[in-house]
């Protein structure tokens, strides 16, 4: 592994791969940067790319991720489908260039394993993209387990309960097919919730989980709903259910109660919108804001979902930025977000098979009484 040196290129030179819907978040987020310029645009659909560069006024269109490499970029922004993703990882790695990637970090572990070591071995810096991460609620919940206030945590529950309509699956050819989405709901709405339920309640010893598929099984081959039980390395356990199945959307919740006996959850409704606290239960004293409120709309569309999150985004690309000036590390790596993927690729082996899924020995604790004694 090389160490990465500070970059000290000024202004950053950036490339976004691939402009579907999810590069408007990443073209908004580096132009917010007073030290960035996005020099080109790159995607299989070449009038794509130049539609996208003409609205934009970026210089380079171009139909390749070489070509796009090519341009002496210091950042590629990966936001191609999610099997692409290491495709465009290696090249950037043996190009020198660093790398900011949508979610997941990829389809399988050997993937995602293989790209963190070719970034490593390159010494450049992984980035992928957990924006949730960044909301303030959700630091402030990061915050009260590490200074006491919640201490470490005991139990989590984490509820993904969205809508999706049948359109939402035939937009793109690649929605709702194993091959080419690498999954259903777990993959490209609940990773970003299991990587908040891993960040808060630390390392997974054993995933138990289902998955089935009840209300889009005419329009996908992937997953609609799951439901699993998470053990952690230290003894706490979770509950995970998520679902697009749902009408309206229920929204999300991630509730942590801590040794302390404290509990927080936390809460995103409409989806999109910014997470808040809306639970806050300490020794005596318990606070409260309403899950629903009064006059929203809970089934809003993808682009909306998408816009709002932009601010979050523009959070997460300036302290990848940060990290390559000061040569530490970005808040979320390559290593980080191949957790998360870990944790709900369990899940899936763990329906097929009907066995829990071991990444660890499990804390004592949590053996059954019989095997403890034993």
């Known amino acids: 592994m090389i160490t ?48 996208t560069a003409d609205a934009w006024g970026i210089p380079a269109a171009v139909n390749t991720v070489q070509e796009l490499l090519a341009l002496d970029l210091n950042i590629v922004s990966v ?29 399988d572990l050997a993937s995602a394993e293989r790209m963190v070591q070719a970034c490593d071995d390159a010494g450049l810096k992984l980035g992928v993209l957990f924006q949730r991460r960044f909301w303030p609620a959700a630091q402030r919940i990061r915050t009260a387990i590490d200074d006491g206030t919640l201490g470490k945590p005991i139990m989590g529950q984490c509820s993904v309960m969205l809508h999706r309509d049948p359109e939402y699956y035939s937009r793109d050819a690649w929605r709702g097919t194993w091959a080419s989405d690498g999954g259903g709901v ?41 439901t699993a039980i ?8 979770a ?17 942590v109660t801590g ?64 990290s390559l000036r000061g040569g530490g590390e970005p808040s979320i790596t390559g290593q980080d977000a191949t957790k998360a993927l870990r944790i709900l690729l369990a899940v899936y082996e763990s329906s097929r098979t009907g066995n829990p899924v071991r990444f660890a020995l499990l804390p004592e604790s949590t053996r059954p009484l019989a095997q403890v004694a034993g």
């Open 239 to 255: 509950t995970l259910e998520a679902s697009t199945a749902v009408s309206p959307s229920l929204g999300v919740q991630i509730r």
């Open 79 to 107: 936001c191609t489908p999610h099997p692409t993703h290491e495709d465009v990882v290696l090249q950037a790695a043996a190009a020198g260039v660093h790398v900011l990637c949508e979610k997941p970090i990829a389809t």
């Open 230 to 237: 998470i053990t952690f390395t230290s003894g706490a356990m």
């Open 4 to 51: 990465p040196s500070p970059v000290t290129a000024r202004p950053l030179r950036i490339g976004i791969a691939g402009c579907g819907a999810i590069s408007r978040n990443h073209l908004e987020a580096f132009r917010a940067l007073d030290d960035a310029v996005i020099v080109g645009v790159c995607d299989i659909d070449l009038q794509r790319a130049r539609d």
């Open 259 to 322: 040794e302390t006996g404290a509990s927080a959850s936390l809460t995103e409704f409409p989806e999109g919108s910014d997470g808040r606290v809306d639970l806050w239960a300490l020794a005596g004293s318990i606070s409260t804001e309403p899950v629903y409120p009064d006059g929203v709309d809970p089934n809003v569309s993808l682009a909306t979902i998408n816009g709002q999150l932009i601010p979050h985004h523009t959070a997460q690309v300036r302290d990848f930025v940060r």
């Open 186 to 226: 777990l993959m490209t709405q609940a990773i970003h919730y299991i990587d908040l339920l891993q960040w808060f309640m630390g390392d997974v010893a054993e995933v138990y989980g289902k998955i089935s598929t009840y209300k889009h099984g005419e329009h996908i081959e992937v997953e609609d709903s799951a």
